[in-house]
């Protein structure tokens, strides 16, 4: 089932496998202003937010955090966790209080393991979230950095 990137795990995923990947759920709410994770740290879980914003942000030598993406309701958050050497690629920070269901990366990537189907389609889910994520990464350094901008070509 492919579904595009901006929706959620109920979209993605088909219902059995939703299902199952939400046997391993946690509830957790982090406050405003909380860090999520930095760029280079272990990725060892991933979230589902149900409500508030997150931020991702790219750090950037000599200026502030660029903040590439704001994440919200149904949105995966994390996606380094699936990919070795499992460490973040950018940073994440609650611009509202945030409630989400979190996922331990280690037990969800042995279910994908023993059931190569539910493993195809996590893999499929998360690859497009990545893909969107390179999409917006891009257009939005352009935007911050370049002399003219992202430009219309894309």
């Given at each position: 089932m492919n579904a595009p990137a901006t929706a959620g795990m109920l979209q993605a995923l088909p219902a059995e496998h939703r299902h199952r990947l939400m046997c391993f759920a946690r509830e957790v709410s982090?406050?405003?202003?909380?860090?999520?994770?930095?760029?280079?740290?272990?990725?060892?879980?991933?979230?589902?937010?149900?409500?508030?914003?997150?931020?991702?942000?790219?750090?950037?030598?000599?200026?502030?955090?660029?903040?590439?993406?704001?994440?919200?309701?149904?949105?995966?958050?994390?996606?380094?966790w699936l990919f070795a050497p499992h460490s973040w690629h950018l940073g994440a920070e609650a611009t509202s209080p945030v409630r989400a269901y979190e996922f331990d990366a280690t037990a969800v990537r042995s279910m994908c393991r023993d059931d190569p189907a539910l493993g195809a389609s996590v893999a499929q889910w998360v690859g497009d979230v990545l893909a969107h994520r390179l999409r917006s990464s891009r257009i939005r350094l352009l935007d911050l950095y370049a002399p003219y901008g992202s430009g219309s070509f894309l």
């Open positions: 982090f406050p405003q202003g909380t860090r999520l994770f930095e760029e280079g740290g272990k990725a060892d879980r991933f979230w589902i937010i149900r409500t508030g914003t997150v931020a991702l942000d790219m750090h950037v030598p000599g200026r502030r955090a660029a903040v590439i993406e704001t994440l919200d309701h149904n949105q995966l958050l994390g996606w380094s």
